[in-house]
């Protein structure tokens, strides 16, 4: 059944010409019928006459689609040299129902207002033409009042049928718009995030070559004074290089070059340790927050601090956004062996999946885009989402070796 619908889909034309045929073997056995047993109905028995419009009339079912206000002109001609020619109806006259209900659903609105009013007139001027002999006058009026129901209702289907497509056809064009904006917007937060994480690599990058020079300077002076400070302070040295070579190789390869340099001034960026602080905050403007440390703390990476810091931020920052007027929040920081576990999880109303895409922690993020942005930085997983019973959910797992 799905080859046979296809099938019509691709070759309309096909289908029509079906029923064209059809409706003229129709036609042809009823005028035969008619010969036989005398029965023709008022108008006249000429044969030719009544072939050319039959085939005509079939000739408009067949191209309909393809050319349909050619064809209703056609129709209403052959209509009209019915009436002069006084030429008998047959089945074929059902084309004039057809061609109504095509113009009004794929016709322009012309040749739409025009069958309208055509198809109104067709029964009227039908029987002024043929009246009914046996039939009063008022009998008369009602048959003509019931033949021109049906091209009304032809007409509203069509035109039921053009509406409907229209409106379906401006959600398809809308849900592609929005789609191809979502996309656009995307790629924006992306680039705009990854801009922000250039600056804030600058700042990590300067502070330990800052730590560096320091620490070089001092050896330097206190190196025949005292060797034992000279030596802490190489290993200082040592260990904050490779610090800051482990973070260039995790981001320099996915950020152009350049976008650090733009202008603007550059701040110390927080660490896990300010977390706490960010937490009072919270608490102080009226969000109750459970804080908890698990594992053992110890020294991170500068760039996994800071991922981390700014995770706690803006999941915390939509709690307060989305959550509603009584909305907790509880943060967990759990220390692994080679890595660090961040969960936060809040009990509010929520809000819809998209406005947590949307919403940044200070006004100009663009909350799990910029988080996913910045975990993928590090190396790291985000798994984010509603929480069964209510609120959302943040879970993330930084490493703290670069990955290779």
């Known amino acids: 059944m799905q080859r046979l619908y296809d099938f019509i889909r691709r070759h309309p034309t096909w289908v029509d010409s079906f029923w064209a045929v059809f409706l003229f073997g129709i036609s042809v056995v009823t005028v035969a019928v008619r010969d036989e047993g005398g029965q023709n109905p008022p108008g006249t028995d000429s044969e030719a006459a009544i072939v050319v419009m039959v085939l005509l009339l079939c000739l408009v079912i067949a191209l309909r ?27 074929a006259n059902f084309a004039f129902l057809v061609i109504t209900y095509t113009v009004a659903a794929t016709g322009a609105r012309w040749a739409s207002r025009t069958a309208l009013g055509v198809g109104l007139c067709a029964a009227p001027l039908a029987q002024l033409r043929w009246p009914e002999r046996d039939s009063s006058v008022l009998g008369n009026i009602a048959l003509m009042i019931f033949l021109t129901v049906p091209f009304a209702l032809a007409w509203v289907l069509g035109d039921s049928i053009r509406t409907r497509r229209a409106y379906y056809e401006q959600l398809e064009e809308r849900a592609t718009r929005l789609e191809k904006e979502r996309e656009a917007q995307a790629k924006v ?64 390869g996915v950020l152009r070059t350049g976008e650090h340099q733009e202008g603007g001034e550059y701040v110390p960026q927080p660490d896990v340790e300010q977390i706490d602080e960010l937490i009072q905050q919270c608490r102080t403007s009226g969000l109750p927050v459970d804080f908890k440390v698990e594992g053992t703390p110890r020294p991170l990476p500068s760039g996994v601090e800071l991922t981390a810091y700014r995770i706690v931020q803006e999941a915390l920052t939509n709690t307060r956004k989305h959550g509603g007027p009584n909305a907790g929040a ?54 984010a989402g509603p929480r069964p019973g209510g609120g959302f959910r943040i879970s993330a797992l930084l490493p703290l070796k670069p990955a290779h």
């Open 65 to 91: 689609r393809r050319m349909p206000e050619k064809m209703l002109l056609l129709a209403i001609g052959v209509g009209l040299a019915q009436l002069a020619l006084d030429v008998a109806t047959t089945p």
């Open 189 to 252: 937060a992306v680039a705009a995030e990854r801009a922000r994480i250039a600056r804030e690599l600058h700042d990590v990058v300067a502070h330990n070559v800052s730590v560096m020079v320091v620490q070089a300077d001092g050896a330097a002076y206190v190196l025949d004074a005292a060797p034992d400070q000279a030596k802490k302070a190489l290993e200082t040295i040592s260990s904050t290089g490779r610090q800051a070579l482990a973070e260039m190789r995790r981001l320099l």
């Open 330 to 383: 509880s943060v967990r920081l759990v220390y692994f062996d080679d890595g660090l576990g961040l969960l936060v999880e809040d009990d509010g109303k929520g809000a819809p999946h998209e406005l947590y895409e949307d919403g940044g922690a200070d006004g100009s993020g663009h909350g799990l885009i910029g988080m996913r942005e910045r975990v993928g930085m590090v190396g790291g997983t985000l798994d």
